[in-house]
């Protein structure tokens, strides 16, 4: 039996998972514990996340080791770089408007540039859905946990 070649892309995934791991650990290292928590206290969940990421970017390098996850007839499919366009100017819109326009705003347009990106042409009814999705977000975060995820114009009108 042959030995499979590396799928050096899958296996860039798998080590982008990792680092991702490393800098959430970097991070969680950073949060200040008091020591009155006992066993428990806000570092755990990162903890488990650290744990969980690298243990799946390392089966991912594993995969990718083997000739990778990919089944050979999607291979050949050529990438769609207006999608993918689109799906990453939604996502760097959403970094960029969060601030200024909150939440709200922010994640129906990131709503809005990937529904086109993978192929809906029906702008006002994706406006409607990211919109109707994003305030339940917010207000879901905000009322419910209470935690501010971006209070923008929007929020403040509807009394966010």
């Known amino acids: 039996m042959p030995r499979a070649q590396i799928a050096w892309p899958e296996a860039l995934i798998g080590l982008g998972l990792i680092a991702f791991a490393g800098v959430v650990l970097w991070q969680t290292l950073a949060i200040p514990v008091s020591p009155l928590y006992s066993k428990v206290g806000p570092t755990v969940f990162p903890y488990m996340t650290v744990g969980g990421l690298a243990i799946l970017g390392g089966f991912l390098l594993v995969s990718a080791a083997r000739g990778g996850w990919q089944p050979e007839e999607e291979k050949e499919v050529a990438l769609d770089r207006r999608a993918l366009f689109f799906v990453a100017a939604g996502l760097l ?23 086109h990106g ?16 994003s305030l339940i977000s917010y207000f879901g975060f905000a009322k419910a946990l209470g935690v501010n995820i971006g209070a923008g114009v929007l929020e403040r009108l509807l009394g966010g």
């Open 93 to 115: 819109a959403n970094v960029l408007l969060i601030g200024p326009l909150g939440f709200t705003v922010a994640s129906t347009v990131l709503f809005v540039l990937v529904a």
């Open 118 to 133: 993978i192929g809906s042409r029906r702008p006002v009814r994706d406006v409607l859905i990211g919109l109707v999705f």
